[in-house]
């Protein structure tokens, strides 16, 4: 049996040329170590923010308008 080639996508930037170059030039060699070990740590199971609500004081009315409702209901039986 034949074993078929792999074939990957061309490489893309989503930049310039000049550019990337500039990038690349400007890069500290330790810095990118540095966020390569970072990144191949493993991170401690539930590690994971909440994510906050957006929204601001809109939602906190609608939630004071929940309450109230529910008070309502409570009270005057609908």
Known sequence: MKR???VLPPFGL???FEEALARFAVTDPREVERVEK???KKK???RKR???PSGGSSQ???VVDLRQRRMRKRN???
């Open 50 to 52: 909440k994510r906050k």
């Open 4 to 6: 078929r080639k792999v």
């Open 60 to 62: 906190v009315a609608s």
């Open 14 to 16: 989503d930049m310039p």
């Open 44 to 46: 401690p199971p539930g």
């Open 38 to 40: 970072q990144s191949k």
């Open 76 to 78: 005057m039986g609908r």
